[in-house]
């Protein structure tokens, strides 16, 4: 095991544990932001218990991560699945180490919910984390979840949702459920005692962007009321946009950042701004931007030193 002094965004500065191997590690390519075009962006654990996805988003940055594998000829990713013996060494040593409450993020490689058939991940990996003061965190687009319907790990299963548009889901998203389908499903988890929260992510600024995406947050808080909420603007790593397929997408990128293309800094600031005024018309008080910049965060007043992003507690 590992451990490095990071610097947090309030300024301080902890030794974490950096990697437990190359499964169980800390997320901290994002370095600490020092320009205006530097992202905002907390480190956080992640599992890489798997590689690829089956939902083929069009813009998805697997597509330049695991470029190596090679696609399928309709842009996929081919789905790896990681030893279970490996990943539980890790974990094991991870959990012994007894150190300070984590989420561990599972859905930051893959679909956290890919693996579900007859010996489903959910139940593999919460045999380990339930009852413990760490929490495992689910970021899917999926509608499998009838293992958290079967059992009780409301103390230590967070679930997270990525949703769009229905008209930006429809035209990029083609192979998922839809943002409705997901939403229904959160519902389900939501009403059995789970932490919901919800990724509006990414936002694409197509013609009525305002009307859509105010359309999905009235969708959203009609079903159930999500824990927390991150949005994030369209984005494209260099790697992203060579290997994707189809490349529509690309012609909203305008403006550079030191996580890739965006659209320009007015647009994401308005899309922004429209959906957290509607957020907050609902309530929530819990909201933040991923991976956008500091120039961004500013603009909106978000507090940089207490973020409420997806990933962290």
């Known amino acids: 095991m590992k451990f490095k ?9 902890k030794r974490q544990v950096s990697e437990v191997g190359r499964i169980l590690r800390r997320f901290d390519k994002t370095p600490y932001p020092t320009k205006e075009t530097d992202v905002i962006c907390p480190h956080f654990m992640l599992l890489a218990w798997a590689n690829g996805c089956m939902y083929n988003c069009s813009w998805c940055y697997l ?11 309709n842009g996929r990713v081919p789905i790896i699945l990681k030893d279970r013996k490996r990943i539980a060494k890790e974990i094991v040593a991870f959990l012994k180490a007894d150190l300070p409450p984590e989420i561990i993020n599972t859905g930051e490689l893959s679909d956290s919910l890919l693996d579900e058939g007859s010996d489903p991940f959910s139940s593999w990996i919460m045999q380990y984390f339930n009852g413990t003061r760490h929490k495992v965190l689910f970021l899917t687009k999926s509608t499998n979840i009838d293992n ?11 679930l997270s949702w990525s949703i769009n548009a229905t008209e930006v889901a ?3 998203e083609l192979y998922a459920p839809t943002p409705e389908q997901r939403l229904e499903a959160a519902k389900k988890v939501a009403d059995a005692g789970y932490e919901v ?3 509006i992510d990414p936002m694409v600024p197509i013609l009525d962007w305002q009307r859509h995406y105010q359309e999905l947050v009235d969708m959203v808080f ?3 009321e999500p824990s927390r909420v991150t949005l994030g603007c369209l984005r494209g790593l260099i790697s992203t ?6 490349k529509s997408w690309t012609t909203f990128l305008k403006e550079q950042s030191n996580w890739g293309k965006k659209p320009p800094f007015e647009e994401r600031l308005a899309m922004y701004t429209t959906v957290i005024d509607k957020l ?6 819990h909201y933040a931007v991923c991976k956008d910049t500091v120039q961004i965060w500013k603009a909106l007043k978000l507090n940089m030193n207490a973020v409420t992003c997806n990933c962290v507690w």
């Open 5 to 13: 002094e990071y610097k947090q965004l309030d300024g301080s500065v």
């Open 63 to 73: 597509k330049g991560t695991f470029r190596f594998y090679g696609q399928k000829p």
């Open 148 to 158: 958290f319907l079967k059992h009780e790990w409301q103390k230590n299963a967070i």
């Open 170 to 172: 429809k035209r990029w």
């Open 197 to 199: 929260r919800l990724r």
């Open 222 to 224: 009609s079903k159930l």
């Open 241 to 246: 946009i060579v290997y994707a397929k189809d």
């Open 280 to 285: 907050k018309s609902y309530g929530l008080k």
